[in-house]
């Protein structure tokens, strides 16, 4: 049935064209005429419309050279210049136009004229820009004349006037054919009408007949599409030449569009960033020679989303040609990527962490090792990891190790403080945090362990618990100073009472010894608490050859039999101004060092010679200055000091010794008294050679001292009225009975508040008070202020043992008349009761 339809529609077909043929043959003189004078009449319009274009164009050009020569504007000239171009062009369109016309001569003519008119307009251009506006001026008014003689408008009209009359002509020409043609075709056109109705109920039933064909492959192609368009992921099928040929639901979703229409047929890398084409376009190559690829790679969306993409390509054989297709299966992997990126963005921070961060198996292997582990450690993370962390980071397995491992695996946490060792088998300690990590099946997978070393913070802290405990050995001292300076005081007195009572030589001598023995003793416990609170001690004119021969004495007398002291002193050595005391504890120092760096014996000496310190010596030592010293050396044959800590032996707290062996302070103690003295220290030592420490202390400028000072003679009082206030009934006795001695009245009082109530009492008799700055139910300080409340030019003497140069001037800013420290002898109270009732006399 089908092929009998076609056959049909074949023969209705030839008797179709038999007819058309047959027509065609009878109107084809007359459809020839028709058209002969169609194209005369059109050949006529395209001349009268050339025409007038050229007469528009010569009015521009004629307008833009006037309006140039008036305001010398290029864009006029430009103008100008455009127009006569278009001329020169309409005219060759002209002559192409009339070129086969024999009545067309008028032509030549006007592109004669034309060609004139242009020349003088050209000339008058040339003049004005080498000439100027008044050259063109005068050129304008001799051309007047020609233009108006040369009237082209006048020209064209008149030729124009021509063309319209042939034109007319071949218009009635035109409609006697097309009557003609008509008639023709209208026969022509029934015939052809009931023979196409014909064709046409054929081709009706043939195109129902496709029409359901192609509704049968539509529904297949939807389902198809359906189902391509279900799958989740990018299906795209590329060209041979790189063109999209189809895309599903999935593609364009993650291209943020809606319809395929302004993609297909496009490029299929205009979507991918310019810096993954190239070798998205590699892949492509590669599969259109049948081979597999697999390419990650960044798009951006129609709304300006950026994709991270993984395509798989697949090639498929194009039967037609013979040739591959590109099949790209795609999916979005940017969840992927920002997770990927996230963990390595992660990763660089760890490695921006100062604190050791190291992952390491249950197994004690290392998994992960960051910059900061490489900075604690020494080791490089390539180094590490795979190791054991136990071999690498410690000493040995501890207790406290094996405790923190069993922790992190029974409650998942631990923290504490552990001791470990560096890359070259250094000691430090690090604060450190673990933590336990599970897997799916929430199995112990791994420990996480962050780290900060510790081991300065830790020596700050040890140092400064150490500093606090001589602190408080300070308070200590300062307050068993206190009550010995109270107990000395009324020792030392009662010498002076003694020596008035037993003048024989030989009580003398022993109260001269006991005497020497408490100010000696009173010495000490300034220089403690010089120590303990900062108190500067008072420096004198110090004999150093009787300073070190007392050292030999305590040398000889204490130091181990093992040990011989040699001592070589010349007879002129020369005086130094500093506190005896403060020296003696530097030689102390040293030779304590010295004993104890000969365990099994060997030679101290102790020398001392005059030196001068020359400028090429300063050059030497920076602490050095130009002028004369006494320098003192304390030698051994011991140990010696190696030559790693030669550097820091005057360090604060750093010793060699065992604990419980030495404080470390002795030297650091011993360089700043040198230093206070102006000194310096030279060192020099070798291991198992010995060791000699040089003392260099600027000598006095005279060279010279008396070796004794003479005393002056204690003075006496005429029976003047003292009020003594102290809380130590001995220091009252003692002072009380010493001051009756020498010609004074005393009235005394334990305390401040009594002192307060016999001076309101008595305060026209009494002319001065000693006063205790240390004392119960009211203290010095308060007692002073109501002592002058009572009497503001009261005169008060302080006394005290404890008070800082601070202190003192705080209680001197408070009106004192003079302070003394405890102990005091009576020689130097008398003589200071005597200056203040000759200052109160002027």
């Known amino acids: 049935m089908k092929w009998s339809v076609i056959q049909k529609l074949r ?52 307008t833009a050279q006037r309006n140039y020569l008036i305001t010398i504007n290029t864009n006029n000239l430009a103008t100008y210049l455009q127009a006569s171009q278009q001329i020169d062009s309409n005219i060759q369109i002209l002559k192409q136009l009339t070129q086969s016309q024999q009545n067309h001569q008028w032509v030549a003519v006007l592109e004669q004229r034309i ?117 989740p992921e990018c299906l795209k099928l590329i060209a041979r030449d790189g063109t999209l040929l189809e895309i599903n639901a999935s593609g364009l979703a993650m291209l943020e569009l809606e319809n395929a229409e302004t993609l297909i047929g496009q490029p299929v890398t205009a979507t991918i960033l310019p810096e993954y ?20 790679y960044e798009i951006v969306g129609s709304k300006g989303t950026r994709r991270w993409l993984e395509t798989h390509a697949v090639p498929l054989h194009n039967e037609a040609d013979g040739t ?77 190790l094996q405790d923190a491992f069993l922790t992190v695996l029974r409650i998942g946490e631990w923290r504490g403080e552990l001791q470990q060792i560096t890359k070259d088998r ?108 900062g108190i500067e001690g008072k420096k004198t004119i110090v004999q150093v050859r009787l300073l070190i021969q007392e050292i030999e004495q305590i040398v000889q007398q204490t130091f181990p039999k093992s040990i011989t002291c040699q001592v070589d002193l010349p007879a002129n050595l020369w005086y130094v101004s500093g506190n005896t005391t403060e020296l003696h504890q530097v030689l102390m120092n040293l030779v304590v060092n010295a004993r104890d760096a000969m365990v099994e014996g060997g030679i101290l000496k102790i020398s001392a010679e005059n030196v001068v310190i020359d400028e090429k010596s300063t050059q030497i030592n920076i602490d050095a200055q130009v002028g004369p010293y006494i320098a003192i050396s304390v030698s051994d044959t011991g140990t010696g000091i190696p030559p790693e800590i030669q550097e820091r032996i005057f360090e604060p707290f750093f010793t060699t010794k065992e604990v419980g062996k030495g404080t470390g302070v002795g030297l650091s103690t011993a360089i700043g008294i040198i230093k206070n003295h102006d000194g310096f220290v030279n060192v020099n030592s070798e291991v198992n050679q010995g060791t000699k420490f040089t003392v260099y202390l600027p000598a006095l400028s005279d060279r010279t001292q008396p070796l004794h000072t003479p005393e002056i003679a204690a003075p006496k009082g005429n029976g003047e009225l003292i009020l003594l206030v102290d809380d130590e009934a001995a220091i009252l006795e003692i002072t009380k009975s010493s001051l009756e001695k020498h010609n004074y009245q005393v009235l005394t009082a334990s305390n401040g508040v009594e002192a307060v109530a016999i001076y309101a009492q008595h305060q026209q008799q009494i002319s001065v008070v000693l006063l205790d700055m240390m004392m119960p139910l009211m203290d010095g300080a308060i007692a ?5 409340t009572i009497n503001p030019h009261v005169k008060i003497i302080a006394l005290s043992g404890l008070l800082s140069p ?37």
């Not at 084409?277 to 990650?296: I, N, P």
């Not at 297709?325 to 992927?336: E, F, G, Q």
């Not at 408070?814 to 109270?829: D, I, Q, R, Y």
Request: glycine content about 4%; charged content about 20%.
């Open 324 to 400: 591959f297709l590109h099949l790209a299966v795609t999916r979005d992997i940017t969840k992927r990527q920002q997770a990927e990126q996230k963990i390595r963005e992660q990763a660089a921070l760890l490695d921006v962490a100062t604190d050791a961060i190291v992952v390491r198996n249950i197994h004690n292997q290392i998994l992960f090792w960051n910059q900061g582990a490489q900075g604690v450690y020494g080791w490089k993370a390539e180094e590490a990891l795979g190791k054991n962390v136990v071999d690498l980071l410690y000493k040995d397995s501890s207790p406290q």
């Open 806 to 842: 601070q202190n003192i001037k705080e209680v001197t800013d408070m009106g004192v008349s003079a302070f003394l420290s405890k102990p005091c002898t009576s020689n130097e109270l008398l003589q200071t009761i005597a200056r203040i009732k000759v200052l109160s006399c002027e």
């Open 115 to 231: 060609t004139d008119r242009l020349n003088i307009l050209q000339a008058e251009v040339v003049v004005l820009q080498k000439q100027g506006f008044d050259a063109v001026r005068q050129l304008l008014l001799s051309h007047q004349q020609q233009m108006l003689s040369n009237d082209i408008p006048k020209f064209i009209q008149e030729s124009l006037a021509g063309e319209q009359k042939i034109l007319q002509q071949h218009n009635q020409q035109l409609q006697a054919t097309s009557r003609k043609s008509m008639a023709t075709f209208l026969l022509a056109a029934v015939i052809d009408f009931l023979l196409v109705a014909l064709l046409y109920d054929l081709l009706w039933r043939y195109i129902k007949r496709l029409q359901q064909t192609e509704l049968n492959l539509r529904q297949s192609e939807n389902r198809l599409r359906a189902i391509i368009d279900a799958e």
């Open 784 to 788: 002073i202020r109501k002592l002058q």
């Open 426 to 533: 250094k000691e430090i300690i690090v604060e450190s945090r673990w933590t336990l990590m599970r897997d799916s099946q929430n199995q112990p997978k791994s420990i996480l362990s962050v780290s900060t070393e510790i081991t300065q913070k830790k020596q700050l802290e040890a140092q400064l618990l150490r500093s606090q405990r001589l602190e408080s050995i300070g308070t200590l001292a300062g307050g068993i100073a206190h009550d010995l300076n109270n107990v000395l005081a009324p020792v030392l007195m009662s010498v002076e009472l003694l020596r008035m009572k037993l003048p024989d030589q030989q009580s003398q001598r022993i109260l001269q010894t006991l005497e020497s023995n408490v100010k000696r003793g009173a010495n000490l416990l300034k220089q403690v608490l010089s120590f303990a609170r």
């Open 11 to 62: 023969a209705l077909f030839i008797l179709v064209l038999a007819v058309l043929f047959t027509n065609a043959v009878v109107s084809h003189s007359t459809t020839m005429q028709l058209v002969h004078n169609r194209q005369l009449v059109t050949s006529a319009q395209e001349i009268i419309t050339q025409v007038q274009t050229l007469l528009t164009t010569l009015n521009n050009a004629e």
């Open 277 to 296: 084409r190239e070798a998205f376009v590699s892949l492509h190559e590669r599969v259109c020679q049948g081979y597999k690829g697999t390419l990650e």
